[in-house]
C-alpha cells in the first residue's frame, strides 16, 4: 500500500523537559534533498540548527528525524524545515508536562463523567460507561483500575486530598461494577462479560484480569477503607482459583487474523501467556505462593536465543501457549465471527510488569536470578530492536512467522494501550538495568499518543472514523494528540468527553477483521475513532512512573 502524504510530525501536546524530543518529516522520497535542515526558534532567535537525519522508507512512506533533546529550557518554540516553508509549527517544553496537562481530564474527570452515564443497578449509577456506546466490560474495567490504582500510588504525593478522595471513589466504582459482574457469574468466582446486553456470556479471560485489578486495589486503598480492601481480596482469590481450576479455553470462538494464522489453528486447551501474567501479578498481591509456580509455566514459553535465526534475529519474546510455536502478540481484541471468544479482551498483554514486581519484592528467591535473566533476554533480545525497527520507536503488535515484524495490520480497531504498556515497561527497564538506553522507547510510544504519530490523512479517515471527521487536504499528514480535547490539535471520538483516548490508527475497517496481518498491508493508514477506558489506564500507569513520588 503506497501512501505518500506531507507533513511535520510533532507531539500536540508537548514534550517534557528532561525526556527526549523528537520531530518527524513525512513524504515520498524526494520531498527533502541532503542538505534539509530543522531550525529551533525562540521568537526571533536561532537556538538550533542542524541537518535533518534520514530514518528510510517504512509503512509506504520516508521518515526523516529532526533530534532536539538537548533543548531542556522550558517555553514555546517554533520548529521549521528548510526548503520547506510549510513545515513548520509549535512546540512546548516543560517539566512532567505529559503528565500534569493530562492526568487529572484522563483520569479523575473522565471517570466521574463515566460514571454518570453508567448502567444504573438498583437506581444507582455502576461502573464506567467505557467506550463511545452503552458498553462496560469487563476488561476494561480492571485496565482502567490498574491505571487508576498506578496514579494513587506513584503520584500520591503530588495529589491533593482532594484528588485523593476523588481518586479513591472511582477506584471503588469500579471495583464494585466487578463485584457486581462475580456475582451474576452461574460459578463462584467467574465474572460475566458485563451487566447487561450480553450479562450470560463468561469469559475465563476476565476473572484472570479482575484477580489482578482487585489484588492491586486492595494493595493502594487507604486505612478508611480496609473493609473494602478485605472484600476485594475476598474476590480476587476466588477469581483467582475458578480460573486456575482448569484450563478453560476450550470451546470458544478463535480468530486467525490477529495473530497470523488461520481460523482452523488448532488452539491448545491451555492458559494463554497474557492470563497467565494476570495471575502472577494477582497471587503476588495476595502473598499467594502460586506466583512461583505459575511464573515458571509463563517462562517456560520464552523463545530462546537458539531460535533467534527462526525469528528474524529476534528472541526474548513469547509463544502464546506452552504447545507449539504461535508467538504472543501485544494486543489482541475484537468479536470473533463466531461470537465472543478468545480474542475479546487480551488487551493487558504481558508487557513483563508482574515478573518485574515478583523479582522486586523477592530479590533473593532462589528463582530470582531465571526471572531476571528472562527479563535481560525479553528487554534486549526482543523489545529493544522491535522499537528500533520503526522511526517512532513504537513497540510493534508483534513478530509473525514469514512476515517479521508488524504494526497495525490485523488489528480489529486500533490498540492505543499497547504504547501505554511500551512506555512503563521502557520506565521500568531503565530503572532495573539501570540503561537510559530505554528512556527515549518509553518517550517515542508516549509521544505517538500525544501527537508524534503518523499523522491524520483525508485518506485514513475516510474508511475507519465511523463518527469524527475533519476536512484534511488531499496529500498532507497532521499530527493529532489521541487524547481529546488535549492539545494543539486532538483527534475526536465518540463521546467527546476530555481527556478519553481514541483506539488511534490501524488498517482496514473499525470493528471488523478485514486485513491479515502481513508487511504488505502493514500501516498506520486508518484511524479508528471510537474511545475506550482501556487506553485511559496504559496511559495513566505510563505517565505517573515518569517522576514518582518517593
Known sequence: MTQHPTGLLFSQIGYDSASSKRALVRGPADLLDHTATFTLRSGQQILLQEKLTPWGELWGSHWWIADFTSITQPGTYTLEISNSPTLHGKIEIAPDLLF?????????????????????????????????????EANAHTAYLLGLADLLSLRCHSLTDSDRNRLVAQLLTGSDYLALLQDMAPEPGALVHQSFKIAHLVLPTDAAKAAAAWARVATVLPPAHAEKAAAYRFRARRALDWFLEKPRHLGQPFCGVPHGMPDDFPRPNEFTTPDLAQCVQAALDLDDSRAFTLAEIWLGRQIPATESAQNDGLHGHFTLFASGSLTEKTWTHGFDPAGYGFNCGQTTGHHLLPLIHLLARHPQHAQAP??????????????????????????????????????????????????????????????????????????????????????????????????????????????????????????????NIRGAICNGFSTGDQFIWDTPATRQNDGPHTFTDEDWITHAGAWLSATARLAPCQ
Open 370 to 495: 531465571r526471572w531476571r535473566a528472562a527479563l535481560e533476554a525479553y528487554a534486549y533480545g526482543y523489545f529493544l530492536p522491535a522499537c528500533r525497527s520503526n522511526p517512532f520507536l513504537i513497540a510493534p503488535l508483534g513478530h509473525y512467522p514469514g512476515q517479521g515484524l508488524i504494526w497495525f495490520a490485523g488489528l480489529w480497531h486500533g490498540g492505543t494501550a499497547l504504547y501505554g504498556h511500551a512506555a512503563t515497561l521502557a520506565t521500568e527497564f531503565a530503572r532495573l538495568f539501570e540503561d537510559d538506553t530505554f528512556l527515549p522507547i518509553a518517550t517515542g510510544n508516549l509521544q505517538w499518543i500525544a501527537g508524534l504519530n503518523a499523522g491524520l490523512t483525508r485518506e485514513s479517515i475516510t474508511p475507519a472514523s465511523h463518527m469524527w471527521s475533519m476536512e484534511i487536504p488531499h496529500g498532507v499528514a497532521l499530527p493529532a494528540s489521541l487524547i481529546n480535547g488535549i492539545g494543539q490539535r486532538s483527534a475526536g471520538s465518540w463521546l
Open 100 to 136: 500534569s496537562r493530562t492526568w487529572n481530564h484522563v483520569s479523575i474527570e473522565q471517570a466521574e463523567r463515566r460514571e454518570r452515564l453508567s448502567e444504573k443497578h438498583e437506581g444507582k449509577p455502576l461502573g464506567w460507561y467505557d467506550a463511545g456506546v452503552h458498553w462496560q
